[in-house]
């Protein structure tokens, strides 16, 4: 009995101890900043109702903060005289955007709980609140994280996957974060909404022969061959509904109507394929897991107790 006692001790060390994410909570504004939820939600609607795709924009920052040493906030910073900051990081550079709209969501944030709401945690609600002010599922965030005080340009060029990954290099990044093949297929769904830039497809429609041609044709004219020409002419990630978050995207991944390279590659292997003939025809399973993969996101790496900050301006460490 004893011993069985202080086995399971041990087991709620390791568990408890062995991974930080265990301190993120759904509750943890719920004394501290009440309306915190409400406050998130109404700007990101009006932004949206603005630009449909600022949705996706907003989604794709909790992405690119996660991947580069945890969710963090660190992709929100500004360049200072000690640090290059990561918005000139490849996968960021005139590609990340929404970084105004955060802004307006701290200072809302800020009037009602000053030096309470962490940049990482309004990343993490806004991601959701986006998805869900585009016609996605959502799911409860779990929230606690704090904000570095440093930010890892050399990080984000390598821990971002860029759209000429092939299917092993982008399994491997997702294993990485510890994120499973099934979360990988599941996330990829982000690319139901926004926009990708020719510089990041040209190669795709003129040089690849998994693409449907048709479709490749109907992108080159808005993105000349040359590299250089029109490199951020946009055209939709997912070309049936846009501004739609739902399976659909998986249905161009199916008939090879993927813009990116990267998109397509997810149909050359046997476990990524099965996953996305699921989600192609099965809207609800797609919705649960894609909810449930990114509060894996979300769990990445995150700064808590005293580590870290609470910024008061997203773009500065106070
Ligand atoms: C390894 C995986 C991924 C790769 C290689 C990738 C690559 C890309 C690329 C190349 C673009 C277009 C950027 C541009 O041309 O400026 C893009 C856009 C986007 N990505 Fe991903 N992505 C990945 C995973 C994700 C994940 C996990 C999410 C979210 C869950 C996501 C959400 C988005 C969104 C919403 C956009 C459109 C942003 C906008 O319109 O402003 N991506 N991605
Ligand atoms: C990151 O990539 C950009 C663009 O390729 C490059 O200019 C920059 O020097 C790189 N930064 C680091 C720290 O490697
Ligand atoms: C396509 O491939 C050829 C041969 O490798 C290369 O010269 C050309 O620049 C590529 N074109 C694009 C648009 O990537
Ligand atoms: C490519 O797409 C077009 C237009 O949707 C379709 O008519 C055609 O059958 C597709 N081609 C192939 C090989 O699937
Ligand atoms: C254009 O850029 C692509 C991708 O960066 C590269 O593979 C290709 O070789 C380049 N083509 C020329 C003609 O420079």
């Known amino acids: ?7 399971l001790a041990l087991a709620f060390v390791i568990v408890f101890v062995g991974s930080s ?9 719920e004394k501290s ?16 109702r603005k630009e449909a795709r600022m949705g996706a924009s907003l989604l794709r920052l909790h992405f690119h903060d996660c991947f580069v040493n945890g969710c963090d906030g660190s992709n929100l ?37 000053p030096g309470v709401v962490s940049c990482a945690d309004i990343l993490a609600v806004t991601a959701r609140d986006s998805v869900v002010g585009l016609g996605g599922p959502t799911w409860d965030v779990k929230l606690g994280r704090r904000d570095a005080r440093t930010a890892n340009q050399a990080a984000a060029n390598s821990s971002i996957p860029p759209a000429s990954s ?7 990044s997702f294993q990485n974060q510890g994120l499973t093949i099934k979360d990988l297929v599941a996330l990829y769904g982000g690319h139901s909404i926004g926009q990708a830039r020719c510089t990041n497809f040209r190669a795709h429609i003129y040089n690849d022969s998994d693409i449907n041609a048709s479709f ?64 192609s025809t099965n809207p609800s399973l797609f919705s649960s897991d894609f909810g449930t993969s990114m509060i894996k996101m979300g769990d990445i790496k995150p700064l808590t107790g005293s580590n870290g900050e609470i910024r008061k301006n997203c773009r500065r460490i106070n």
């Open 216 to 279: 490749a044709k109907s992108l080159k004219a808005n993105c000349p061959p040359k590299n250089g020409t029109g490199d951020n002419n946009l055209a939709p990630l997912d070309p049936q509904t846009p501004n739609k978050f739902d399976h659909i995207y998986f249905q161009g991944l199916v008939n090879k109507k993927a813009p990116l390279h990267s998109d397509q590659e997810l149909t050359n292997g046997a476990s990524t394929s099965s996953w996305i003939q699921k989600y």
């Open 21 to 29: 994410s265990a301190q993120l909570t759904t509750n943890f504004y």
């Open 77 to 113: 910073l500004d360049d200072t005289s000690s640090f290059k900051g990561e918005k000139s990081a490849s996968p960021n550079f005139q590609s990340a955007r929404g970084f105004e709209v955060i802004d307006q969501i701290k200072a809302a944030v800020e009037r009602v709980c």
């Open 33 to 48: 900043c009440p309306h915190l939820f409400p406050v998130v939600r109404d700007v990101v609607q009006s932004a949206i």
């Open 166 to 172: 092939s299917l092993s290099r982008l399994i491997s």
């Open 1 to 7: 009995m004893a011993r069985l006692t202080c086995f």
